[in-house]
């Protein structure tokens, strides 16, 4: 039977809101132009690897996908291509890496494929915070509450009601970190936590359901 390891994951909230908020300020200081549904996909993709251990009863999770080299390669055709452009994205990405999933939850495979020995925050002499700690919980609602506000200011949330094809790309969070935690699969959510999934959810869906039914202007 397939059994989730709950002590080495983290929350799809804290990903995207930490990713949502490095992406503006790089963009801001690179003055460019990002995609924010595009930005929050990249932030929870690494997370693929639980439907894959799911699917296929691996053991997969925070192993390549995680890896901050694999992410390295796969940005170089987009920095030769976009230059700074990609940056925004880029910082989206190595962030659930290098700074969710390092600090929260134990260890993952930051080094695949040059080395499959797993780092995290304990290597560097910082105590171990599982998911359901309370510093996290308190740090991931923090992070949504902050990036939820500048969204609003910054009106980015409308991002997710245009009539852009790209929002169908939302289907991934939708599936792979939102839905699960709502039928108990990965990992149970706590309450402080449920809102935010929630909020997510429901925009994502409508989101993807205007870029599916709406027909081109
Ligand atoms: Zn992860």
Do not use: C
């Amino acid at each position: 039977m397939f059994v989730f390891k709950e002590e080495k994951t983290s929350f799809a909230v804290g990903h995207m809101a930490l990713a949502y908020l490095l992406g503006k300020a790089s963009a801001k200081l690179l003055k460019v132009n990002i995609n924010i549904p595009l930005i929050l996909v990249l932030s929870i993709i690494p997370d693929i690897d639980i439907l894959f251990d799911f699917l296929f009863n691996s053991d997969m999770h925070r192993g390549p996908t995680h890896s901050i080299i694999v992410a390295i390669v796969v940005f170089i055709p987009f920095f030769l291509l976009y230059r700074q452009r990609a940056t925004p994205y880029f910082a989206a990405l190595a962030s659930h890496s290098l700074i969710g999933d390092f600090l929260i939850g134990g260890q993952l495979q930051l080094l695949w494929p040059l080395s499959t020995n797993e780092f995290g925050a304990r290597e560097l002499g910082f105590p171990y915070i599982n998911i359901y700690n309370p510093i996290n919980v308190a740090l991931e609602f923090t992070l949504f509450a902050i990036a939820l506000a500048v969204m609003l200011k910054t009106r980015d949330l409308f991002h997710f009601f245009r009539n852009s094809k790209l929002n169908l790309i939302l289907i991934i969070p939708i599936f792979t970190v939102l839905l699960p935690t709502f039928i108990s699969y990965p990992l149970r959510v706590p309450l402080l936590l449920i809102l935010p999934h929630l909020f997510y959810l429901i925009i994502f869906s409508i989101a993807v359901s205007l870029a599916f039914f709406r027909k081109r202007t």
